[in-house]
Structures are given as structure tokens and as C-alpha cells.
């Protein structure tokens, strides 16, 4: 899960609650849902939160949740904005790959240290979620003083243009460097280049951004130090630059709150596409419609219409009563600009159900006509999760999601391919991290991960899991086939084919199933020491030693033999 530092005294400062003790502090951080990682070695609380809530990256974003939370502040509070006085020129020439961007300037800013490493911080956590690691979106904050609008008269607005690039076109000084580099030198020789040279490297052109003094923004790689921000800069010109035009819109927001929550004073800025224009920041909110009654059935309690109003807008949202073509009770809640993760009304029950405090909710019984008890799907899964310990393995639980370059690549493997496991994947629309982007086709590339991370412990290493999988099935009527598949793996100096097929034999057995095992091919396993898994004479699995090539790309060094099947062929 994503962290973020905090400075305690910072947060009592911004929540104006100096009189809260540091175990006050983490008690009420725990309520919004942050849990206390421990400290950092500034003494800094690392805290962990959930992925959906990006307006949280900052101090600031956790101090205006806290302010709500306490009661201080109270509904949606929308920055007002500046007529704009710069201009983005997006010329034609702008990589195809990355055609969007966005941005704001931002006055009066008082940046002391503090605030400086929180906009920092910031802007690297949004990297990293929201922007998928700069490959969707990218930051640029720059000291507005040091910029020189394009073309500027008296007649005219400062502008400065986003361009494309030959790779040696142009030189300028990145950040962290004192000579002057083209964008294919900063690639190949800076530290930063090199890290995020895979994001342009494929391009023909590569993006720039350019004032009258010239290129001083190299996207999504490094800024220019004509304009890097110290904590004397007042003003600042912030520009994004992305794939998704929604994606840099809504980082924008969270940079322009935490920046006004300094005092600031936003201001617009046009941004002219050859075919359109547009003016930035975004500020617009939007409205769920959430039901009163389904208000109360998720929450459990009874709540008057005043209350809901009172919880809506100690989350930050607005709340109007109003009644539906049906004559229901219904509320059109107001959403602001900096929440990205408000997409149903049940996002806006949580926050209703935070504001109440979960801690308050009494638990009572379902009023249904029955008992629960255990599905005959879970009884088998805990039969062979029971019997896999007894035959030696240590059981795990691993992640549903994965990416593809785990789950096929990293195998051996092509999605769609004539192999288990290769299903088509059934991947995940907007992804907020490109380490999960998809849900895995089958159990073995999350052990192999599992054991590339414990090569610093000894062996043998038994592992298995009873986990979810899905892929692509067209007559499904959700469009995905989900099963449960039963993997396990035997790493050591020895292990081998024999010791695999012995456990998994004595599985079957232990479930009165018929198993055979008729040599077959798979581009994960070594040709001639792997068999197709055959229970009661369907096809249902592989068993193997993994090969060398799978073995190398997860840095083990020792022999790995593996078995994965579908779960109900032991029924």
C-alpha cells in the first residue's frame, strides 16, 4: 500500500489543533482510514492509506480531511481563480503518444522548508499512483520569475508552447547538472534520464515545453534548472503533460488545493490545441444521487434526512433532499474537483459511514429467515488447503491482481496462446497502478514472485495456493470465467519432477480421484519433464520443472518444480 510522510507538528499547525499529543493524533488519522506505519528517521509519521484517496498524498490533503473530521470545516469548498494571463500553444508537432496537457500558475505562495518537501513529495507519490510511474502523467512545477512568455507584447498574453522535439534538436541544463545536454544526452548520461528513458525513447519526437528564452521542460523526464523552485519562489508555473487528458486534469486539482491550502492564489490558464481550447484548472464538481434508504440499509442505522445533510458535509461533500420520479427520498450530493475516487454512491455512503465513525455502529443480525454456514465450494478449498500443510506446504495468499508482464512474459507464455493459463486476461479499464492491471489467468507466476522475493531465506521453500482466477469467457454473462486453481511449487537443490508428481499423487488419493499424468509441452516447464494434469480424464492442469529461462528472469538459483490444477476437478 502507498505511504506518506508526515511531519506531526506540521499537521497541528495546518488543523490549528496544537494541543493534540501524537497518540491523539494517530487515533484520529486511524478514523479517516490512515493507519501509523512508524516513524520516520526525522521523526515523521509514515502513514499508509488507500490508494483511492490521492487528495491524502500531502499534509495538506490530510490536514484538510482532519479539519473535516473535527468538525472545523464543513462542506465542499471550491478555490475562486484568476482570469488567466498565460497561455499553453500546443503545436502540431507534439508526439502523438503524448498529446495533453494542463496547467496553472500560482501566486503568493510562502514555500519554507516544510512546504517545499510536502510539494515535492506530492508530486513524486502522484507519479507513482495516479501517473502511472510519469508513463500517464508527469509534473512540472517551475519558478514563474524565471520564465519569459513566448511572442509577449502588450497586446497579448504571455505564452510558452509544448512542442515536439528531434532527440538533438535543442540542448538546454536539466536539473541536477551544470552543462548544457540535448534530450537524447539527458537519456543516456543523466541519472534521471536513464530512469525514465523507456517512457520516450520509442518516440520519433520527444515532448518540450519552450518560453521566449527556450527550452527549459523536458517531459516526462526532467525540468530545466533555469526554473527549479527554491523556498524564495512566490510564484510558480505548474504544467502536466499525459496520455489521458482527464488523468492531468485531476492531479492538477490535488497540486492547485495543496498549494492554496499555503495561502496561495490560483490563477487560469488557456491552452490552445490546434483544434480546440481550453481553460485550466478544472474546478468543476459533480453530483451522485444516493437514495436515503439504501443510506440506511448499508449503513445499518436510521438516520433523519438533517443527519445525512450533517455527515455529508463534515466529509466534505454537499447534500440536498429531494424525492425521486417514484416518490423516494433521495439526496444530490455534491462532489469537489480534488476527489478522484468518488465514482458511485457507495463512495459516498463510506464517507457518510467514516463521519458517523465506524467504531459507532452497533452490529445487530440480519433479519432474514435463516442461518448461515459454509458454501461446499469453501468446505473443499479448506479440505485441500488442510491436506496441501499436511503434505508439506506452507499455504499462501497472494494477490488476485497482477500485471501482464508477470503473468505471461516473465512465463514464457502469449495471453490467447494454446497453453494453461493463457487465457485472455481480463484487464482493468483505468488502472491506477501498472503493477495491477490485470487479473491473473492462473496461481503459478504469484508463487514464482513470492519465492523471487525469499531468495534471501533458506531452503526448501513449499509453497501452495488455493487462489482466484479469471480470464476472458464470452458465454459468461459477465464476460469472464472465474475459477479457483490449486498451485503449488518445491524449490531446493533437488527438487524435481518425482517429488511434485509424489505430492500431487497423494492428493488425488486422499480425494478418491482418478490422476494421470501423460507427457505434455508447456513453454513455462522443460520440454520432457512435464505431464498435463488429468483427473478423472478431463484435462485439468500441468505439472513440471519450471525452466531454466522462467528460473533466470526471477533470479532463482535453484531447481523449481511446480503442479497447478483447476480446485473443483476434486469434487
Sequence with gaps: MPTVDIDPDELRDLTGREEKSDDELRDDLFGLGLEFEGRTEDGEFELEFAPDRLDRLSVEGVARSMRYHYGDS????????????????????????????????????????EALESLIQLQEKLHATMGRKRAKGAIGIHDLTMLKGRSATDESEPTIEYVGLEPDEDTFVPLDSDREMTPAEVLEDHQTGQTYADLVSEYERYPAIYDDLGLFSFPPVINGRRTEVST??????????????????????IV?????????????????????????????????????DRIETILGIGLDPEEVIDLAERSGLEAEREENEAGELVYEVTVP???????HPLDVIDDLGRAYGFNDLEPTYPDVGTVGGRHERSRLERAARTQLVGLGFEDLLNFHMINEEENYERMEIEPGADAYGAGEPATIKEAYSEDYTMLRTWTLPSLLMVLERNTHR??????????????VDESENTGVGENRHVG????????????????????????DVDLETPPAEHPSFISGRTAAVVIDG???????????????EHDLEVPVAAFEFDLEALQ
Design 337 to 343: 474537483p480534488y476527489r478522484v475516487d468518488v465514482l
Design 74 to 113: 464543513r462542506g465542499v469548498h471550491v478555490p475562486s481563480t484568476n482570469s488567466a494571463d498565460w497561455t499553453i500553444e500546443v503545436d502540431e508537432s507534439v508526439p502523438d503518444e503524448r498529446p495533453y496537457v494542463t496547467g496553472a500558475v500560482i501566486r503568493d505562495v510562502d514555500l519554507d522548508e
Design 488 to 511: 503449488a511449487v518445491l524449490a531446493s537443490h533437488d527438487a524435481g519432477y518425482e517429488d511434485a508428481k509424489a505430492r500431487l499423487q497423494a492428493l488425488a488419493e486422499n480425494f
Design 538 to 552: 478431463e484435462d485439468v492442469g500441468v505439472i513440471g520443472e519450471v525452466h531454466p529461462k522462467v528460473l533466470v
Design 256 to 292: 492547485c488545493y495543496a498549494l492554496a491550502a499555503r495561502g496561495a492564489t490560483l490563477e487560469d490558464v488557456e491552452i490552445e490545441y490546434p483544434d480546440r481550447e481550453i481553460v485550466r484548472p478544472d474546478l468543476s464538481t459533480k453530483t451522485k444521487t444516493v437514495a436515503h
Design 458 to 471: 533458506s531452503y526448501p521453500q513449499h509453497l501452495s495456493e488455493i487462489g482466484f482466477t479469471a480470464r
Design 232 to 253: 524564495d519562489s512566490r510564484d510558480l508555473f505548474v504544467e502536466m503533460t499525459g496520455t489521458d487528458q482527464w488523468t492531468i486534469d485531476k492531479m492538477l486539482n
